[in-house]
């Protein structure tokens, strides 16, 4: 009879156990797809009634080495938490015409550790910067160089990690169409022997691929009208590009709603139609092509051939939520970080645990992954 209590006492313990299970497994509204939100970070650098600005760019060297490229601090809402608030942080006057409306201009350049704690800030080169746009690592590069996209200045920066600027690529404040200038540049790829693409961007519409060393080779596209354009090498607001393993050039075409395709001499090769708003693109190392969309606020997974095999993502102020993934990355631990340049947040998302074969398809791999990596100590 003990033995049977026993054994009673543990099927009962089970049951239990199971039930709420069960129960903690009811409702819910797949807000991030796979993935849960961390909470509270990163942490506010910007102090007692401020908050991060307009966040543009967000690169993960490591867990512990986050890289947030934010268009500086912004007065803190009022009534915060509503699902369309009531400023877009983008839409504040960045050109210091109307210095009431501008940001307060520091805390541009950041680096986060996993806690979301603030461990280097290079408030030394605030002054270069006019319109945070993106910030990129070639992960063919030994020395991990920082490259700075800033299309308000009509230039990119190479910087050391150390915070030494070291290149300087178009020409800082003049705009153009040629050799040495660019009109609004978007974000930049790499090939593995050094030559890079500079997507050129909001007024240029064109690629424009350079040498290692940084010296023009050649360029490619041509405005062509929203909302559809069809014929290749026409372009709307060239706003994102990466490459793939095969040297093949990806470009999202945003105001197009499609990505072109070329060779790495500008040879058109494919187009995808119907890629609703890609405001940013990120080429994984297992081949996938990820999409985060300004119109549907989802992320989109494609094969290298344009089919999509998997979405998610949800509008909104709420956390977890979307209004505009401006750029996206992933790190070695497979957690997705977004910078959001209508919110005015970055966030970090951990995958879920035990995730079905069929969530699991959904989530953000790393991309091509580096060469090797250098360790950098950070200081305050």
Not at 91 to 99: A, E, F, I, R
Not at 238 to 257: C, F, G, Q
Not at 260 to 272: A, I, R, S, T, Y
Request: charged share 20%.
């Amino acid at each position: 009879m003990r033995k049977l209590s026993a054994a009673v006492a543990a099927f009962m313990v089970l049951v239990a156990v199971v039930g709420v299970a069960q129960t903690s497994q009811k409702g819910g509204g797949d807000i991030a797809g796979p993935y849960d939100l961390v909470a509270g970070w990163p942490q506010n650098w910007c102090g007692p009634g401020y908050v991060i600005g307009s966040t543009a760019g967000i690169w993960a060297e490591s867990p512990d080495r986050v890289l947030v490229f934010a268009r500086g601090c912004l007065p803190e809402l009022k009534e915060p938490g509503d699902l369309v608030p009531e400023r877009n942080a983008s839409g504040y006057d960045l050109s210091q015409k109307d210095p009431a409306r501008h940001p307060r201009w520091d805390h541009i350049i950041n680096f986060v550790d996993r806690n979301g704690r603030l461990v280097e800030s290079w408030e030394q080169h605030n002054k270069l910067f006019r319109r945070p746009h993106r910030v990129l690592v070639s992960p063919y590069d030994p020395e991990r160089h920082y490259w700075i996209v800033d299309d308000g200045m009509h230039a990119i920066y190479k910087f050391t990690r150390d915070g030494k600027l070291v290149q300087t690529i178009g020409t800082p404040g003049t705009p153009g169409n040629d050799e040495t200038h660019f009109a609004r540049p978007t974000d930049i790829a790499f090939l593995p022997d050094g030559t890079f693409f500079v997507s050129d961007g909001y007024i240029n519409t064109r690629v424009v691929k350079f040498t290692r060393d940084g010296k023009y080779a050649t360029s490619w596209g041509m405005r062509g009208n929203p909302p559809n354009e069809t014929r290749p090498y026409y372009m709307n607001t060239v706003h994102a590009v990466v490459t793939d393993k095969n040297r093949r050039v990806y470009i999202s075409d945003r105001a197009n709603h499609r990505i072109q395709v070329f060779d790495e001499n500008g040879k058109f090769l494919d187009h995808w139609q119907g890629v609703p708003l890609p405001y940013s693109l990120l080429l994984t190392d297992d081949g996938f092509l990820w999409s985060a969309s300004g119109q549907t606020q989802k992320f989109t997974k494609y094969d290298l051939n344009g089919k999509l095999l998997a979405a998610w993502g949800t509008f909104g102020t709420i956390p977890g939520g979307f209004w505009g993934v401006h750029q996206f990355h992933v790190d070695q631990e497979m957690n997705l970080y977004t910078a959001d340049v209508h919110v005015g947040r970055p966030q970090k998302f951990r995958p879920k645990p035990n995730l079905p074969a069929s969530e699991r398809a959904r989530l953000i791999t790393p991309p091509i992954r580096p060469v090797r990596t250098v360790t950098t100590s950070s200081s305050n």
